[in-house]
Every structure is written in structure tokens, then in C-alpha cells.
Nanobody, 123 residues
């Protein structure tokens, strides 16, 4: 069983930055692809970014491309989401996701989920 715990959310002004972290326990971290999703109030869960198990490849959604960067530290069992140039429309609960397959993380199917961390961007 894999446990994921997100941290780093908060309130920030538009144009600011935040760095989210997701600590993973319960299994061998380095074999899992990791990703981030977000869910704004009243909307469905939206893919944000995914990184492969070894960190060699990653992908981000068009809505955050050039502003958000996903990375991972396998030694410390943590995945990060660096968010720059934040906009009010980035306001959402951000969730960490894990699966053995990057494709499954990209699809958001059958993956392990964290409980989320709130990010609020004020205008």
C-alpha cells in the first residue's frame, strides 16, 4: 500500500510562486510514476503534470506549461510541483498521484491518491 501526503499549499497573490511537495511511504518510491492533479470548486479533477519513475521524462498540461515544473527526489521519496506566475484560475485543491505506469497517472485511473493541499491565488 502506498501513502501520499501533500504539503506546501497556501494563499498567494497572482504572479507569485509556491512549491508543493508530496511525501510517499509504504512502498518502493523509485518504481512509481508520480503526478499532480487539481480540482477547483465545482469542477472535475484535472491533470497537471506527470514524471516518470526515474525522473527522465515528464509532461505538463497545456494550461500550466511554462509556469509549472514537476520533479522528484527518489532518495527522499518526494515529488515536487514548482508553480510560478500563479493565476487566480490556478486556485484548486492539488492532489498527488502514484502508479507503476506513467500512462495510468496521465489518465488518472487506478492510481493512489493523496488527500490534497489547497492552493488559493488572489487577484
Amino acid at each position: 500500500q502506498v501513502q501520499l501526503v501533500e504539503s506546501g499549499g497556501g494563499l498567494v497573490q497572482a504572479g507569485g510562486s509556491l512549491r508543493l511537495s508530496c511525501a510517499v511511504s509504504g512502498s518502493i518510491f523509485s518504481i512509481y510514476a508520480m503526478g499532480w492533479y487539481r480540482q477547483a470548486s465545482g469542477k472535475g479533477r484535472e491533470f497537471v503534470a506527470v514524471v516518470s519513475s526515474d525522473g527522465s521524462s515528464s509532461s505538463t498540461a497545456d494550461s500550466v506549461k511554462g509556469r509549472f515544473t514537476i520533479s522528484r527526489d527518489n532518495a527522499n521519496r518526494t515529488v515536487f510541483l514548482q508553480m510560478n506566475s500563479l493565476k487566480p484560475e490556478d486556485t484548486a485543491v492539488y492532489y498527488c498521484a502514484a502508479d507503476l505506469s506513467s500512462r495510468m497517472v496521465l489518465l488518472g485511473r487506478g492510481v493512489y491518491w493523496g488527500r490534497g493541499t489547497q492552493v488559493t491565488v488572489s487577484s
